[in-house]
């Protein structure tokens, strides 16, 4: 697989005449619209979506961009017609994504299971807050990754991407286009929502070039061409071997697509593991740690299908302890359990929602590092000023609120929020003057 960059790409269906796409390296990118620019890169044909937050900003940006390089763009009425409709263009062999957000992805489960079924690719961008079911609570997190992995029945895996910043995500995506073609099976991109509302300079990219197949399958080709059938009306025989070239799939990408980083695991005796927005922070309470002596480093799984199960447990064989650091409740904790599989202890370290500060996870590598179990982070180190209305809560939960809110002060809060993302550890900010 070479390492030549992607020229600015003119749409693949894009139209005659239609404008390549220029992608605006070295200019600020937020990180929803970096999906939409990675698509861009990639050829992106058509788009259906439906909006709801943090997602609303990548249809506004695809919206626009979409189809003055020759591709469609439609919103439709809700998410299960718009994945449908992204199968069905994925079905005449364009290249087509469709995005999301938790409660909008359960419902787009059929549509993606059929898809993995019929062996059609097509892309899926998944931006994650935290909630169970449908909720008001827009705080990020990473709480869809469980069910990313294999959305809906059956025995199938999805390739599962996760940037960490907004470079990878526009480089990731346009990838995972590649992915879902070389495969043909849905892959999917998925960010938090304090990712998708973050804005870093676009840094140049490459994409590895890829000796595609023909879509010869599609279903708008001549019908003198090889045709097949998009469905589930199929023989007992053709189902099971399906079952079987899906499975042979996954074996492939296990040895071709397995993606991760590392930071100073050379020698180190702890290993904390964590992806996305949460292994940039990780990365700088490693650091930290580092500074007071303490032989810690960082593995970042950029792929959670296919996960770097054998790099880790390399690293495992040496390590004395693991630490998994997630802003869930353990979504990927099985995972590294599984590829660490009793080599060393292993650890978690997670909240449900609102990325964990800097601090508080050197304080959890400083209780691993002296033997100790870490401490599990509670409801007021997610709201260390626990907010509240008299009028609305009983009085034994108000007085509840009031304890954790004496507990932590504002002291604390605001040095949450000064040590919350090491992402801005070297950002310059001006300083605004003041009456």
């Known amino acids: 697989m070479s390492e030549k960059p992607r020229p600015p790409a003119a749409a693949a269906g894009g139209g005659a005449g239609a404008p390549s796409f220029v992608p605006p390296v070295g200019k600020p990118t937020m990180g929803a619209h970096a999906m939409g620019i990675g698509a861009m890169v990639a050829g992106l044909d058509y788009f259906a979506g439906y909006p709801i937050t943090p997602q609303t900003e990548l249809l506004e940006y695809v919206a626009e961009a979409l189809p003055e390089h020759g591709g469609v763009f439609q919103q439709l009425g809700d998410e299960i017609s718009s994945v449908m409709a992204v199968f069905g263009a994925a079905a005449c062999g364009k290249r087509a994504m469709t995005a999301s957000v938790g409660p909008g992805l359960t419902l787009m489960i059929d549509?993606?299971?059929?898809?993995?079924?019929?062996?059609?690719?097509?892309?899926?961008?998944?931006?994650t807050r935290a909630h169970v079911g449908v909720s008001g609570g827009l705080y990020p997190a990473q709480s869809d990754i469980r069910m990313l992995r294999g959305l809906g029945n059956g025995d199938y895996q999805l390739p599962l991407f996760a940037p960490s910043t907004i470079t990878e995500t526009v480089q990731l995506t346009a990838e995972a286009f590649d992915v879902a073609d070389l495969y043909s099976i849905p892959a999917v991109v998925c960010i938090d929502g304090k990712m998708a509302n973050m804005i870093e300079t676009l840094q140049p990219f490459?994409?590895?070039?890829?000796?595609?197949p023909d879509k010869t399958w599609a279903l708008d080709r001549s019908l003198r061409?090889?045709?097949?059938?998009?469905?589930?009306?199929?023989?007992?025989?053709l189902d099971t071997m399906v079952c079987y070239e899906i499975q042979h799939k996954l074996e492939r990408m296990r040895v071709e697509e397995t993606r991760w980083d590392s930071f100073r695991c050379d020698d180190a005796e702890f290993v904390v593991v964590a992806y996305g927005i949460m292994a940039r922070i990780a990365k700088e309470a490693v650091r930290s740690a580092r500074e007071e002596g303490i032989k810690v480093g960082l593995f970042r799984p950029i792929t959670l299908f296919p996960f770097p199960e054998a790099p880790l447990a390399e690293l495992a064989s040496n390590a004395r302890e693991v630490l998994t650091v997630e802003i869930?409740?353990?979504?990927?904790?099985t995972d590294v359990r599984l590829a660490v599989a009793g080599r060393c202890p292993v650890q978690f370290f997670g909240q449900p929602a609102l990325a964990i500060p800097a601090r508080a996870v050197l304080e959890a590598i400083r209780q691993m590092a002296a033997g100790?179990?870490?401490?599990?982070?509670?409801?007021?180190?997610?709201?260390?000023?626990?907010?509240?209305?008299a009028d609305t809560h009983p009085p034994a939960r108000k007085?509840?609120?009031?304890?954790?809110a004496a507990r932590?002060?504002?002291?604390?809060?605001q040095a949450m929020?000064?040590?919350?993302?090491?992402?801005?550890?070297?950002?310059?900010?001006?300083e605004v003057g003041r009456d």
Not at 111 to 127: D, I, Q, S
Not at 372 to 383: A, S, T
Not at 408 to 413: D, K, L, S
């Open 111 to 127: 549509g993606l299971t059929n898809a993995a079924g019929a062996e059609t690719p097509m892309v899926l961008g998944a931006l």
């Open 328 to 333: 869930n409740f353990g979504q990927v904790l």
């Open 408 to 413: 932590r002060g504002q002291e604390g809060a």
């Open 225 to 237: 061409e090889k045709r097949r059938v998009v469905g589930a009306a199929r023989t007992p025989e």
């Open 206 to 212: 490459k994409v590895p070039e890829r000796d595609l």
């Open 417 to 430: 929020l000064d040590n919350l993302l090491g992402i801005r550890k070297n950002t310059v900010i001006p």
């Open 372 to 389: 100790q179990p870490v401490e599990p982070r509670g409801f007021h180190d997610v709201h260390p000023t626990a907010f509240h209305l």
């Open 399 to 404: 007085q509840m609120l009031d304890q954790l």
